[in-house]
């Protein structure tokens, strides 16, 4: 069986359909999103609709969580909050009613235990980044103990694709760049990142998600180009973008880790007016 694993959507629905079309030539029995299907861009309606027509498996991530009145906005970031205040003021019942819905973690058929954040924490584990190897071997102890004796965990939250392997009591990184995939080891335990559908956040603008082909314990990742500026013009038109939006997002990032150090980030978001962009 081969199963797709795509996360963070994030109300983009050009890149949702682009990606399912991909999804669909790579000839994936089922697929799997670990969250975040709402948030930062406008089309949250049908991003929502496509997937319950496409029969996706859905678990929750902060921001599906946050629109659905479940958790606040504590620690999100100026747009991230503003989109989540402007996804509530539209979302019609039907839409929250499965946001409300989604459950936290998922156990696929025994092979992989789905999350959106991490897999370690008792509460909060849409949360949690798995973005240094200290809490990735936190996670990776989780699934060692998980009751379904999966051997893979397929997370989500960082928008960062990725492949670690626990052995020998440390975590190892594992490139996923070879078009060929990799071979995972029968004995060995796995987090696995599909990277984002509709939120990069990398140098590579392109959608992604990754594949699980479980009769040949093979993962590969896939990149798929959408109509991104037909995307973010919808989003800039709602007023979600956030200021430099055209600029690659590796580029932004470091602007803002630039402002944080000369300390000056929190001053100017909080001098920007009420509801303009920010970085």
Same mark, same amino acid.
């Given at each position: =069986? ?23 030539? +790579? ?29 996706? #498996? ?15 906005? %504590? ?10 205040? @402007?996804? #509530?003021?539209?979302?019609? /019942? ?18 992989? #235990?789905?999350? &959106?954040?991490?897999?370690?924490? +008792? =509460? ?6 798995? %973005? ?24 989500? &939250?960082?928008? !960062?694709?990725?492949? @670690? /392997? @626990? ?15 990799? /071979? ?58 956030? !200021? ?8 932004? =990032? ?9 300390? #000056?980030? +929190? @001053? ?12």
């Amino acid at each position: =069986m081969k199963i797709a694993l795509i996360s963070d959507i994030h109300a983009n629905l050009d890149a949702l359909q682009a990606t399912l079309d991909a999804i669909r030539a +790579e000839g994936a029995e089922r697929i799997v999103c670990l969250g975040d299907i709402v948030g930062y861009n406008t089309d949250f309606a049908a991003c929502i609709a496509l997937l319950r027509q496409s029969g996706v #498996v859905c678990i929750a991530g902060n921001h599906d969580r946050a629109v659905a009145g479940l958790i606040g906005t %504590d620690g999100f970031s100026g747009p991230a909050a503003r989109a989540v205040a @402007w996804t #509530v003021a539209r979302l019609d /019942e039907d839409s929250r009613a499965f946001l409300t819905g989604l459950p936290l973690t998922a156990d696929v058929d025994g092979t992989l #235990v789905a999350v &959106h954040g991490a897999l370690h924490p +008792e =509460m909060g584990k849409e949360l949690v980044r798995l %973005d240094d190897d200290g809490k990735r071997a936190l996670s990776l102890r989780a699934l060692a103990a998980h009751p379904s004796g999966a051997r893979i965990c397929a997370f989500g &939250h960082t928008h !960062r694709a990725g492949l @670690w /392997e @626990w052995r020998d009591g440390t975590v190892h990184a594992v490139p996923l760049d070879s078009p060929a995939g990799v /071979e995972l080891r029968a004995e060995g335990l796995y987090l696995l990142n599909p990277g984002t559908v509709g939120e990069p956040r990398g140098a590579d603008a392109r959608a992604c998600f990754a594949c699980y082909d479980t009769a040949a314990r093979r993962v590969t990742l896939h990149r798929v180009a959408y109509a991104r500026r037909a995307a973010l013009a919808k989003t800039r038109r709602a007023g979600l973008a956030p !200021r430099f939006a055209a600029v690659p997002a590796p580029v932004r =990032m470091k602007l803002i880790e630039i402002l944080r150090l000369l300390g #000056v980030y +929190e @001053w100017l978001k909080s001098a920007l007016p009420r509801g303009a962009s920010s970085i």
